[in-house]
């Protein structure tokens, strides 16, 4: 976020920065909230809210295409599915609390969670600050006509094999719960 | 720099102001077009005509006892009317009420936002508001909310889909997500006329969509009591009406601007134009209230995936065929 502000020279670049570092505390407050919260439906919850920070985050990097996308389909399909499953659980409060079968999870999870956060940074450590160019950046972008039309572009022409099979796997796996449902097969 | 800000605020003010008061005054439009419908006068008690019916329902509403149920998931029943009416404000923002005039010597545009994604954001923001409706259903810990609840989100999920794929149609034929530009490209022809099977498609569902009659199972008086919100009372009820009928507007706002040509017209002002236009889509929604019977769930679930659904992608199909052939 920082390498963008660097990038283009604009009006507003502190604006930028200090909407940037609200979007992003309230992204790690929802997304501790998502891990420690005890009710499933409240981390539904955070999560939502996770997405939609994420989407104002795009949208500061000026990619509405996939901020709108970004809400739509998470927050406004699969956690609406998510959600509908929770309620249809209905767990009780006691098995909610029961977290003495996982005592060596917490563990685990903290000290995993610590190895990928390494990782990541050692990664991106070459380009966290600098902001590697990438292939599109706004300018390009506006070439297309907007970021609407530049990924159809290329969603439609380089990654078009790549698109049409991930349409064929969810057709499976559409077909696939329909049969998995279908009491009798004849 | 501040003027932008003012002018605003102004806008945002008006344009707030001016959907609340039409909300109110379709509450009573409704009651009273039903009333005549089934013959007889409706609400005529409070003022001429019954006009402040409204304005005795918001002060009733206002004074009745705000009860939580012991049982219920107290912060998430407080904060689900207020998803449920938020997406339902947010809408509004991207609504083309009219063009570009010019008042006290300054051009103002009669919208608060023309963004390049205008269709795309008014779908992501009221998927949002499935949410009010799941969450009060699940926090008010009763069966008929719950029940009320699952069976509002089942259908809301399966609309949106015949509702999305609808307007692929209109996208095509207008070239663009700008909700300024769709209107600008039926100058000529309105959509609903190339797109007349879009057009079918997407009222259908966007009256599923409000869970209005005839598809109200969610809150089925007569099996469910109301449904998800059961258990609400006093303002916490009241947001969740309010929800509904700006969501009407905003419904209206979008079939108008979407399929009937928006703020174009003959003679009158393009924004006279739209509040015609807009008006008669809410008519034609009371009307159908008034006309049909409640579906059965499976009756719902059939026509939406197996007759909207297949008929919406059709849609697209000829769309492509006949733009091909004649564009």
Redesign the interface.
């Known amino acids: 976020m920082i390498s963008i502000s660097k990038n283009f020279k604009k009006p507003g670049l502190k604006m930028e920065l200090f909407l940037f570092y609200i979007f992003g505390g309230i992204a790690i407050i929802a997304s501790l909230g998502l891990v420690a919260g005890k009710n499933p439906v409240h981390s539904a919850l955070f999560m939502v809210v996770v997405f939609f920070v994420v989407a104002a985050l795009f949208v500061l990097l000026g990619a509405e295409f996939l901020a709108a996308a970004q809400i739509l389909v998470y927050a406004g399909a699969i956690m609406v599915l998510f959600l509908f499953v929770i309620m249809l659980l209905r767990l009780q409060k006691e098995e909610l609390r029961n977290t003495s079968r996982h005592a060596f999870q917490k563990f685990f999870g903290i000290a995993l969670s610590l190895v990928f956060a390494f990782q990541v940074t050692m990664i991106f450590r070459g380009s966290f600050f600098k902001g590697a160019r990438g292939n599109f950046p706004p300018d390009a972008v506006k070439g297309f006509g907007g970021n609407t039309e530049a990924v159809a572009a290329v969603l439609f022409t380089d990654y078009l094999f790549p698109f049409e099979l991930t349409s064929a796997i969810l057709l499976m796996a559409m077909v696939g719960a329909v049969v998995l449902t279908k009491k009798e097969l004849k | 720099m501040t003027e932008f800000v003012i002018i605003m605020l102004v806008k945002m003010f008006v344009i707030f102001g001016a959907v609340m008061l039409t909300m109110t005054y379709i509450t009573l439009a409704e009651r009273k077009i039903l009333g005549y419908m089934q013959i007889r006068p409706g609400p005529n008690r409070v003022g001429p005509w019954g006009l402040l019916q409204p304005i005795a329902d918001g002060i009733k509403l206002f004074l009745k006892e705000d009860i939580i149920p012991d049982n219920a ?1 107290k ?2 029943f407080v904060i689900a009317p207020a998803m449920a009416l938020i997406p339902a404000v947010m809408t509004i923002a991207v609504v083309p009420f009219g063009p570009e005039v010019s008042i006290l010597g300054r051009n103002v545009t009669l919208f608060m936002a023309d ?3 205008g269709i ?2 008014i ?3 009221s ?2 508001g ?2 009010g409706i ?2 009060a ?2 926090s008010s810990e009763s069966k008929y909310s ?1 029940l009320g ?2 069976r509002s ?2 259908q809301m ?1 399966s609309y ?1 889909l015949s509702m999305g794929f609808a307007i692929v149609g209109v996208i095509m034929m207008s070239q663009s ?1 700008s909700m300024v530009k769709l209107i600008e490209a039926q100058k000529g022809v309105w959509f609903i006329i190339p797109q007349f099977l879009g057009f079918a498609i997407y009222i259908t569902a966007a009256i599923a969509e409000l869970n209005r009659t005839p598809f109200d199972l969610p809150e089925g008086e007569s099996e469910l009591v109301s449904g998800y919100f059961t258990e609400y009372s006093s303002m916490k009820y009241a947001m969740f009406m309010l929800a509904e009928y700006i969501n009407i507007i905003t419904v209206s706002g979008i079939v108008t601007t979407l399929y009937l040509g928006g703020w174009h017209g003959p003679v009158l002002p393009p924004l006279a134009w739209f509040v015609i236009k807009l008006l008669i889509v809410v008519f034609f929604m009371i009307w159908v209230r008034a006309t049909l019977p409640r579906l059965r769930y499976d009756q719902l679930m059939t026509l939406g995936w197996k007759i909207l659904l297949p008929a919406s992608i059709v849609n697209i199909l000829l769309t492509a065929v006949f733009m091909t052939v004649f564009g």
């Open positions: 998931s912060a998430v963004i390049n994604i795309l954001y779908f992501a923001v998927s949002i499935v949410y799941v969450l259903g699940w719950l609840g699952l989100s089942a999920i949106e997500l």
